[in-house]
């Protein structure tokens, strides 16, 4: 009953993450990825690191900003690169083979046993993710592949090295370290790349509000809880869930079709979820026994 509701509340996370496209698209000034992530990041952080008011020491500077590059900055910046270069739903099919990256790394830096299930269910979430948002019309394009490959590689190695490296204070101050040492890297980027907000609207400051607030602080303090405890290869397969609520979002507020294909493919994203987690758990168990 515990793992169920971790693995809720973690999902929380991708949920709200799949309300990024229609919040961007429908509330924020058109043109400014790098901007919105800054703004995503650092007023997010800098808030949770006011509560939390513990700073990083030692050898844990360079291990936030590291983090903080992996799973904010050089995530978001490849992913917006991609998402420029690639139609959306190519650059999602892409960036869907992080789960499949994080259970081989979690083997490499973490000794995770590798579960045939869990790579089965990895490529059936992969194949969802393709049937609900891929089109025929797509075109490939190099360099944008790469930097969808770059982007799920980086934050694969977050999330694993998140596990890795637990220190010992509290969820809300590890969470504001990273978020704040990502937003200082993506400043000076945005800064450079794009040019100053134009005067913003009410619609602008609730959307950059929202994912700041909601899409960032709240989100990460549970996916980053997620990690902890369920592990990076039980957590990832759950960010299947952001494309499947992007879409349900569209169709429900931008009147977008939703076909019966798209839906045979969330099923099938479900079902991945599901088999992913009983791997885990197994794998869990396995692990536990051994250590006795």
Request: no cysteine.
């Amino acid at each position: 009953m515990k793992r169920i509701s971790d693995i809720l509340l973690t999902s929380i996370a991708p949920v709200i993450w799949g309300s990024t496209y229609l919040v961007t698209t429908e509330l924020l000034p058109d043109g400014y990825p790098l901007t919105a992530s800054l703004l995503r990041a650092l007023p997010a952080g800098l808030i949770l690191l006011a509560l939390s008011r513990h700073l990083p020491t030692g050898r844990w500077w360079i291990k936030v900003f590291i983090l903080g590059a992996l799973n904010f900055s050089v995530f978001w910046w490849l992913l917006f690169v991609a998402a420029y270069r690639l139609p959306g739903g190519l650059a999602a099919t892409v960036t869907s083979i992080q789960p499949l990256i994080v259970l081989m790394l979690a083997k490499l830096i973490l000794s995770n046993s590798i579960k045939p299930a869990s790579v089965v269910a990895a490529i059936m979430g992969m194949a969802g993710v393709a049937i609900v948002i891929l089109t025929p019309q797509a075109e490939i394009d190099a360099i944008g592949v790469v930097a969808a490959l770059g982007s799920a590689l980086s934050m694969a190695a977050g999330t694993v090295l998140s596990r890795l490296w637990q220190p010992p204070v509290s969820l809300t101050t590890f969470t504001a370290w990273q978020l704040t040492a990502g937003g200082i890297l993506l400043l000076p980027i945005a800064l450079w790349f794009e040019p100053a907000l134009p005067a913003l609207t009410l619609n602008n400051v609730l959307g950059f509000t929202y994912l700041s607030l909601i899409g960032a602080a709240l989100t990460y303090l549970f996916w980053f809880r997620g990690i902890a405890r369920l592990g990076p290869s039980g957590v990832t397969p759950l960010g299947f869930l952001s494309p499947i609520t992007a879409i349900v979002l569209g169709w429900l507020f931008l009147s977008h079709n939703l076909s019966p294909v798209q839906v045979a493919g969330i099923l099938i994203v479900f079902t991945s979820i599901w088999l992913n987690q009983r791997a885990t758990l197994s794998s869990a168990q396995t692990n536990k026994r051994s250590a006795r």
